[in-house]
C-alpha cells in the first residue's frame, strides 16, 4: 500500500463510527485499528525513505563506474599512443640522417602520416625552445652556460620532444637549459 492510501485509510478509521462513542464496538478495539494504522503509516515512511536512499547510493555507483571506465578507456588509448613516439623519432633521426631524396621523400610522407594520426587522438608537441623551463612540461637533462644576452633558465634545445594530450602530458620533454 502506498502512502496516500494508507492515509485515505487512516482518514476513514478517525471517521468511523467507532471511534466516536458507539456502544457496540468497544473502544480497545478501535485503539487498537488506529495504532495499527500509525505504525503501518510510519513503516511505510520509512521503506520509502529507505527505498529513496538505495536509489540514490545506486545512482552514485552506477555513475562512479561509468566514469572510471571512461577513464580507464581513456588512459589505455594514451599508453598506446604513448608507445608510438619512439618510433616517431626514429623517424625523424632517420629522415635527417638520409640522403637519398626518394628515401627522403618516402620517410616524410610516413612522419606526416605519424603526425596526422597524433593529430587525430587530440596529441600536441610540447615545444619549449626559448621559453623559461617549466617542470611541468620538461625534465632538464643538461646545463649549459649562457651566452651574452641570453638569460638562465631558459631552455636553449630539446634532445626529446615531449608530447601532450589536452592538459595532460603524456611523455615530458628533454631539455637542455641555459645555466
Request: aromatic content about 6%; hydrophobic content about 30%.
Amino acid at each position: 500500500m502506498e502512502n496516500e492510501e494508507l492515509k485515505e485509510t487512516a482518514e476513514e478509521v478517525k471517521a468511523e463510527p467507532c471511534c466516536e462513542k458507539d456502544e457496540n464496538k468497544p473502544k480497545k478495539k478501535c485503539n487498537k485499528k488506529q495504532e495499527e494504522l500509525e505504525k503501518a503509516l510510519a513503516e511505510a515512511e520509512d521503506n520509502k525513505r529507505k527505498w529513496y536512499a538505495v536509489t540514490a547510493e545506486y545512482e552514485n555507483y552506477r555513475r562512479r563506474t561509468q566514469n572510471q571506465s571512461a577513464q580507464r578507456y581513456a588512459d589505455g588509448r594514451n599508453d598506446v599512443v604513448s608507445s608510438l613516439f619512439p618510433i616517431g623519432d626514429n623517424l625523424e633521426r632517420a629522415l635527417s640522417a638520409c640522403s637519398d631524396e626518394n628515401t627522403k621523400q618516402g620517410l616524410e610522407m610516413i612522419l606526416t602520416a605519424y603526425k596526422k594520426v597524433l593529430e587525430g587522438e587530440g596529441v600536441e608537441e610540447i615545444d619549449p625552445i626559448g621559453q623559461p623551463f617549466d617542470a611541468s612540461v620538461a625534465e632538464a637533462i643538461m646545463a649549459m652556460p649562457a651566452g651574452e644576452g641570453e638569460e638562465s633558465g631558459i631552455v636553449k634545445q630539446v634532445y626529446v620532444k615531449g608530447y601532450k594530450k589536452g592538459e595532460k602530458v603524456l611523455r615530458y620533454a628533454q631539455v637542455i637549459v641555459t645555466q
